[in-house]
């Protein structure tokens, strides 16, 4: 038996030992593209205070949120063609962080500027790359998620805000067992079907891919209201992590109709993007999407996946929430492993590897 102390769970801070509490050197998602309007997103990633705006001519920027007059957070300003406009004295600043006007001031002071981020938005999602060394330029290009672009698709999502530690997200979305406890209303279905799932998990470089099936099963409660199921269904997980976000791929199809592990196999699909950021060693931030192919009614079927899919995901901030509070009441009690975890705990050796090189 394995016994378990997390470490960086927000109760003993890595950062006492000077290791960054948090992989550098690659890109998060700050940002899903429907959240950015008129109006500056206040937000703090990874323990910086960032403004993340569009200009109007669709540009998104993103500097740190502080005026350098006197410290007014930027995001309470507003948006102008050339960038954004402080709301205390005006200072007016473009998308690298240079201030470019002083109201009333002919001469703009040589450093009057903020930092800005490198951003790229792609697949309706916004990337900021954080290096290991402040203003490094990027290693690299933000991963692709070319789900959101495929027509055989129409998907939703939302950002939510969780008081607990990335790494218990993770460990979540890695360990599908908890869908027959936690879920039992929405995406579950018979436990016991869930913890005894044909599984198998694999990983390669900064990759964990989980795949897990589940057949002769009866289609659980979305599944039905989204799908003219005939009966039992052959089901399917496919999850793959990366560091900065995880694709989960489930769905089903009629039993023995299809092979539900065929790359093109029919049938319905749920695609799930969770891109999970923290905000601190304590807290984070987890956008999400969903996405599937319905037959018929695609509006109707579409707006019903993605309330069963918050709805899903609200019980799983209940769960993990509850669960952060408790590790913290009971600090340093030990944890034990069970079979579930063979992925979460393979996931948390990559980030810690990333954390320390
Ligand atoms: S604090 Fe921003 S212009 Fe004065
Ligand atoms: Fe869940």
Same mark, same amino acid.
């Given at each position: 038996?394995?016994?378990?102390?997390?470490?960086?769970?927000?109760?003993?801070?890595?950062?006492?030992?000077?290791?960054?509490? $948090?992989?550098? *050197?690659?890109? #998060?998602?700050?940002?899903?593209?429907?959240?950015?309007?008129?109006?500056?997103?206040?937000r703090m990633v990874l323990d910086k205070p960032i403004v993340i705006y569009r200009t109007p001519d669709g540009q998104v920027n993103v500097l740190e949120d502080r005026c350098c007059h006197r410290d007014l957070p930027l995001s309470s300003g507003t948006i102008e063609e050339q960038g954004i406009r402080c709301g205390y004295h005006g200072l007016l600043y473009d998308g690298s962080g240079k201030c470019i006007e002083v109201p009333g001031q002919k001469k703009v002071p040589s450093k009057a500027r903020v930092s800005s981020y490198h951003v790229k938005e792609q697949d309706a999602?916004?990337?900021?790359?954080?290096?290991?060394?402040e203003n490094s330029e990027p290693l690299s290009q933000p991963p692709r998620y070319e789900v959101h672009n495929n027509e055989a698709y129409v998907y939703g999502g939302?950002? $939510?805000?969780? *008081?607990?530690? #990335?790494?218990?997200?993770?460990?979540?979305?890695l360990d599908l067992s908890h869908l027959g406890y936690v879920h039992l209303h929405t995406i579950g279905g018979d436990a016991k079907i869930h913890m005894n799932a044909e599984m198998n998990v694999t990983s390669e470089g900064e990759t964990v891919r989980v795949t897990r099936y589940m057949r002769n099963s009866n289609p659980p409660p979305t599944y039905l209201a989204a799908y003219p199921f005939k009966d039992k269904v052959d089901r399917w997980q496919e999850i793959e992590f990366c560091p900065s976000h995880l694709k989960i791929w489930t769905g089903a199809v009629d039993v023995n109709t299809d092979a539900v592990d065929d790359?093109?196999?029919?049938?319905?699909?749920?695609?799930?993007?969770?891109?999970?950021?923290?905000?601190?060693?304590?807290?984070?931030?987890?956008?999400?999407?969903?996405a599937t192919n319905p037959i018929d009614n695609v509006e109707g079927i579409k707006a019903k996946v993605i309330e069963q899919t918050a709805l899903?995901?609200?019980?799983?901030?209940?769960?993990?929430?509850?669960?952060?509070a408790n590790m913290k009441r009971f600090e340093g009690k030990p944890m034990i492993d069970i079979h579930v975890d063979v992925a979460a705990n393979k996931a948390r050796r990559i980030i810690e590897s990333m954390k320390s090189s």
């Open positions: 038996m394995t016994v378990r102390y997390f470490k960086n769970d927000g109760i003993r801070d890595s950062r006492e030992n000077s290791v960054s509490a $948090y992989p550098l *050197d690659m890109w #998060y998602v700050v940002a899903l593209s429907k959240e950015l309007s008129s109006v500056p997103i206040a999602l916004v990337w900021v790359w954080f290096g290991a060394e939302d950002v $939510y805000h969780y *008081d607990a530690p #990335y790494q218990l997200i993770h460990d979540n979305l790359p093109n196999r029919g049938g319905f699909h749920m695609r799930g993007l969770h891109c999970v950021t923290p905000e601190s060693p304590t807290s984070s931030h987890y956008f999400w999407t969903i899903t995901f609200d019980e799983d901030k209940v769960v993990i929430e509850a669960q952060y």
